[in-house]
């Protein structure tokens, strides 16, 4: 989330795209309400637009009774909107070209003038007087306002002549609609800044951005973007998606007349949220939007109409990802990922030298003219610095600031690190089948820890997980119950093991919610019976692990360093968290920053928090104190005390930790609504990454605020994304672009060839329409083509698929209130299995007719994954037995049952045949193909039939 | 009482009906702005010794929860926060039901599981088994050893180096979001210790 769950209170329109936050976030609902009711009085009403292939729960809160005399009551946009699943971007282009023809038809609207005038720079809408900061090519830090940017120049031809740089009306404030883009589309226009060093002479910037005048020029990124979006018209549109023209232009309007400028505090200073003529457009979306083989092209049309609409750094504005698990976005910030490490940095390369690896990470430039000392950690910036202190920490030992290790002994350090990435979860499982690792080649995978997961009911085909499993020498598994995973079939001599975890109520710890907020867990009890929370468990793993010899590697590294670690690995790495290794953990005890005694699992993760989230450079000399690893977690400023600086609360509310709570801020909960509604919101309930920010993007806005780092280049969003690894050495805090991989197999004709075969235009660059993997329409493969990640394959060529003459419905996958993911921690639930038995099936009564079926009826759902016309040992589909695909009762009134659309097959993915409440698994019918570059798979949609059992 | 979140049909039990209400309320939203409702503890006041802040465990919005323990350290209820400001005290069917993951008979390890539940009686530390035979019982200690054991054999020789340090591909870990930050932070650092980067969870899911 770009925003928090609180925002919501302060939106005028919900546009819901891909989320049913009803079911799976319900209390998102209680503040969409708020808004949607007047709570606040404030005399104004927000809509709900409902874009799905499902008329879910949430889709069914639209269309209430609105104040037509009202021009504040927004709920007459309310609108359920129905797409074929998969379609996302298509009908995002649509509405974006919408409305940007809207903007051109009507130039004397205030909406169409605010709008050009914003993305045009127009002086005080989106300048601002604010300077930003650049590193020129003598690698000194330089500060551009608006006299240097008067006598701005560049040059084309590497500084033989100068032109005029059209700059004078200062930095585009938001967003990159201005820059030029070069020929080939692969990257912004290029060329040497020169500006004005005010004695006589100039500073340069090399490789710095071109700006146009206005984005009436045919090569900046504006233009670009509409000529990408010219293909994706109305009646293009509605045919690929299956809904009506008026709903895309439905849409298009209400994000008009709830965009910055349709707000009364447009070009304001000062954000207003609570004015009646407030407006301010939120997009929520989950996995409806994600998981397709183009799901992350499919946020960025989100992100990019926000960004074009002003909604982005909005209070009630922005970009919401309903996260799935609690704690995913913590677990995503640890870098428990193939290709990460915590904090966001990527897995040191092979090949990357350790100045190379950190020169790309953001911070202050280690290579090349004026560079820093990249084994001085005073020297490095933000993610460097939580790296380098990362690296001491996870594979030396603490060091007082005042005596940090040598370079030549850091690079011991480094060294431990793995080089390189692992394998996305679809190819790890193959991997684990000798018979697929001897056709395709590679690595074996032998043996897997399963740690609070169950992939026998969560991974897509699982005919192909089965196989991974059961090869498997040996599978551990930890959980609260025995899952699928656990009791999966093993080959005869296959080990398994299984470890008991406890509640979340029996293990103190933080956790990060989808709006980035930090909170504290405390530990209610010790865990109940023999179980272990996860940090006992891991610390004896870690001691056993120690005592095979697993570290052995690390100690050697040790014992060429001219200033080792004193102590065995164990010892040294592990220790240091506060359990010696014998005692009872449980009876641990220690204080916290408060003088509060802490018990057990509490102490230990009080000294990881400690580590993660001290300010980068905050020990000061306390050798009891550490510099913080987790950039995004830790504060700023010299302090001896960790998590403890309120410098970096945007505005600072107060020194005093009476002020602001706990030092350790995730202990924070002053609940009252200060600030409520400013861009702060409850600063001091729990702590948001990044710089307690709760408004992201944020671009000095509010009065006292700071830039964001996320935002570039040159601190500025970007509707554009390059395809190369470009490092941005001139920025200040930003170094490597992202990049994104998509790239259609139709090719690209667009616009050379309007109305041609492939209307691709800029595809990756800007976001592309492609068909799902198993798509219900050849016609528009043939057009649009399907994803590829620059040209591979985004599926295992082993993987079956079906096509629309055998499996001519679609089938996607849903959830409910009533249950969890893979179901452990709900199926075993008597009050889950209560309210929600069994699995059930949504078909549109056209369909139920069509075949005959009526409600209750037993119907089996078949995809060319599921189609073993004999039993496929492991798996089950109880209490019915074996059955092919997956079997289950149509359910909710058939008859009148038009939540799907005809020729689409709705089945929840919560059931396996372990538990209290038990059935068919619909991950044994999903396709996993995934996406160019999350890997998410393609859940959400793929080709089935149906059959009355 | 002391027994109480070992039996559950016990006197301070959450009625099916408030669980279900709890879980209506919040599926199916009304016209009325006030969908955030505090249901207040069903522990007897009398019982509680003491009250815990912590966080709903499914989904991402992570509601605030309040956790009842008596004097033995029975939990008594899981109930919403009134002063979270994202959920005001209200919770979904999932986060009401929260107290019976805790008090589950089904979990692994807790004295009141039974063979009955999974065809094997888990109340010890640990479990093995081999092929699809049955589990056997060990302790915490011999399992950990066992399987660090195993792993390193699998795993075989690490070779640090500054550009091309070696990265074992027979062992992959997958992680969770259901663990704690602090859980995460240390199972990564782990499995960069055993030297691979071999490691996956649900946020790919």
Avoid at chain 1, 681 to 688: D, H, K, L, N
């Amino acid at each position: 989330m770009t925003n928090s769950w609180v925002d919501l209170d302060h939106s005028t329109l919900f546009v819901v795209q891909g989320a049913n936050p009803a079911e799976n976030h319900p209390a998102s609902i209680g503040h969409v309400n708020l808004a949607r009711f007047d709570a606040y009085g404030r005399g104004r009403n927000a809509g709900l637009i409902v874009i799905d292939p499902r008329q879910t729960r949430t889709a069914r809160l639209t269309g209430v009774p609105y104040v037509a005399s009202n021009p504040n009551d927004q709920r007459k946009h309310d609108r359920y909107v129905r797409i074929r699943p998969g379609t996302n971007i298509a009908f995002t282009n649509g509405v974006m070209k919408a409305i940007i023809d809207w903007m051109y038809a009507n130039p004397t609207d205030q909406k169409s003038i605010n709008f050009f005038a914003w993305h045009n720079t127009a002086s005080g809408v989106n300048a601002g007087s604010f300077a930003r900061t650049f590193i020129d090519d003598g690698g000194t830090t330089r500060t551009l306002g608006t006299t240097q940017l008067g006598g701005a120049e560049y040059s084309f031809d590497g500084g033989t002549t100068w032109v005029t740089a059209p700059l004078s009306t200062g930095w585009p404030k938001y967003c990159d609609s201005r820059v030029k883009v070069a020929a080939p589309g692969t990257d912004y226009q290029r060329a040497t800044l020169r500006v004005p060093d005010g004695s006589g002479g100039y500073w340069t910037f090399s490789n710095m951005l071109v700006f146009a005048s206005d984005i009436n020029d045919p090569d900046c990124v504006f233009q670009k973007l509409r000529t990408h979006l010219s293909p994706y018209d109305k009646a293009t549109v509605a045919d690929i998606c299956g809904c009506t023209q008026d709903d895309i232009e439905a849409v298009a309007q209400a994000f008009i007349e709830n965009s910055r400028f349709a707000s009364s505090d447009f070009g304001a200073a000062t954000a207003t949220p609570t004015a009646a003529g407030y407006r301010a457009t939120v997009m929520m979306y989950a996995m409806g939007a994600t998981q397709f083989t183009t799901g992350s092209q499919a946020v960025r049309t989100y992100a990019i109409l926000q960004t074009m609409m002003g909604n982005m750094g909005r209070i009630g504005g922005g970009i919401d990802a309903l996260r799935g698990i609690h704690n995913v976005q913590g677990s995503t910030d640890m870098g428990v990922l193939f290709d990460l490490i915590p904090a966001y940095s990527g897995n040191p390369g092979v090949g990357k030298a350790y100045v190379d690896y950190s020169n790309e990470l953001f911070g202050n430039r280690v290579v090349g003219t004026g560079a820093r000392d990249a084994y001085n950690p005073s020297q490095l910036g933000l993610q460097q610095r939580g790296f380098y202190n990362m690296t001491v920490e996870w594979f030396g030992e603490r060091k007082s600031v005042n005596s940090r290790y040598s370079s030549t002994d850091f690079e011991k350090l480094y060294a431990c690190w793995p080089k390189g990435n692992g394998f996305q979860h679809t190819e790890a499982f193959r991997r684990m089948d000798p018979d697929w690792v001897a056709t395709n080649g590679g690595a074996q995978i032998k043996a897997a820890v399963v740690w609070g997961q169950n992939p026998a009911v969560t991974e897509p085909h699982q005919s192909a997980v089965r196989k991974g499993l059961e090869s498997l020498d040996l599978l551990v598994v930890v959980d609260m119950f025995a899952t699928e995973t656990a009791q999966c079939k093993r080959k005869s001599d296959g080990v398994t093991y299984l470890l008991p975890a406890c509640s979340h109520v029996e293990e103190a710890g933080s956790v990060t919610n989808s709006g980035r907020w930090i909170q504290w867990r405390d530990r209610a009890r010790a865990p109940k019976g023999n179980s272990k929370s996860d940090l006992e468990l891991l610390l004896r793993f870690a001691k056993a692990l120690h005592a095979a010899g697993a570290f052995s590697h690390i100690e050697s590294q040790w014992s060429t360093m001219t200033s080792p670690p004193s102590g065995n690995a164990w010892q040294v790495l592990y220790a240091k968290y506060g359990w010696n290794g014998t005692d009872a953990f449980e009876s641990l005890t220690g204080t916290d920053a408060e003088g509060v005694t802490m018990y057990g699992s509490e102490v230990v993760a009080e000294n990881i928090f400690k580590e993660m989230a001290s300010p980068l450079d905050g020990n000061n000399g306390d050798s009891t104190a550490n510099a913080g690893t987790i950039w995004i977690y830790s504060g700023t400023g010299s302090i001896s005390a960790y998590n403890a600086d309120t410098g970096d609360v945007q505005p600072t509310i107060g020194a005093s930790w009476g002020a602001w709570g706990k030092r350790n801020r995730a202990k924070s909960r002053k609940g009252a609504p200060e600030y409520a509604h400013t861009s702060m919101q409850y600063p001091r309930y729990g702590w948001a990454w990044l710089l307690n920010r709760r408004v992201f993007y944020n671009n000095s806005e509010v009065p006292g605020d700071v830039s964001d780092v996320f935002v570039a280049p040159g601190i500025m969003a970007r509707l554009f994304v390059l395809n190369t690894n470009t490092l941005a050495d001139w920025s200040l805090l930003y170094r490597a672009y992202n990049t994104l991989s998509d790239k259609p197999d139709r090719g690209i004709s667009y616009p050379s060839n309007p109305g041609g075969s492939t209307p691709h235009y800029l595809p990756g660059r800007f976001p592309a329409y492609c068909e799902p993997f198993e798509s219900p329409r050849p016609d528009l493969v043939s057009r649009f083509g399907y994803n590829t990640a620059n040209g591979s394959a985004l599926i295992m060529s082993d993987t079956p698929r079906g096509t629309v003459a055998d499996y001519p419905l679609v089938l996607t996958t849903i959830r409910c209130v009533e249950h969890f993911q893979g179901g452990p921690i709900t199926r075993n639930n008597p009050w889950n299995h209560e309210a929600e038995p069994e699995p059930w099936i949504e078909i549109n009564s056209v369909d139920a007719l069509k075949y005959g079926i009526k409600d209750g009826d037993y119907v089996n759902v078949i995809t060319a994954r599921s189609n073993s016309t004999t039993q496929e040992e492991g798996r089950s589909t109880a209490p019915s037995g074996w059955a092919k695909g997956f079997k289950a009762r149509v359910g909710v009134g058939t008859l009148a049952n038009q939540r799907v659309a005809p020729g689409v097959v709705a089945i929840p993915w919560h059931w396996g045949e372990r538990g209290l409440s038990i059935g068919s698994r619909a991950n044994d019918l999903t396709i996993d193909a995934w996406d160019a570059n999350t890997r998410i798979p393609e859940y959400k949609v793929c080709l089935c039939r149906i059959e009355k059992a | 009482m002391a027994t109480h979140d070992k039996e559950p049909t016990g006197k301070l039990e959450l009625s099916r009906r408030d669980f279900l209400k709890a879980g209506a309320a919040a599926a199916v939203v009304g016209a009325a702005g006030a969908d955030l409702v505090f249901t207040p503890s069903r522990a007897n006041a009398a019982d509680v010794a003491a009250t815990y802040v912590t966080t709903c465990p499914y989904c991402s919005a992570q509601c605030g929860q309040l956790v009842d323990v008596d004097a033995s350290g029975n939990v008594l209820d899981v109930y919403g926060d009134p002063n979270s400001p994202t959920n005001r005290g209200g919770l979904c069917a999932k986060g009401a039901g929260s107290y019976q993951l805790v008090t589950n008979p089904r979990r692994l390890g807790v004295p009141e599981h039974t063979a009955a539940v999974d065809g094997f009686d888990f109340t010890g530390r640990a479990w093995k088994r081999i092929g699809n035979g049955a589990w056997t019982e060990m302790s915490l200690d011999t399992a950990m050893s066992e399987i660090a054991t195993q792993l390193v054999s699998i795993r075989g020789t690490v070779t640090p180096g500054s550009t091309a340090a070696s990265n074992a591909k027979t062992v992959q870990f997958f992680g969770s979001s259901h663990l704690n930050n602090e859980a995460n932070y240390l199972y990564r650092k782990i499995i960069a210790n055993f030297g691979t980067s071999l490691v996956e969870h649900q946020a790919r899911i």
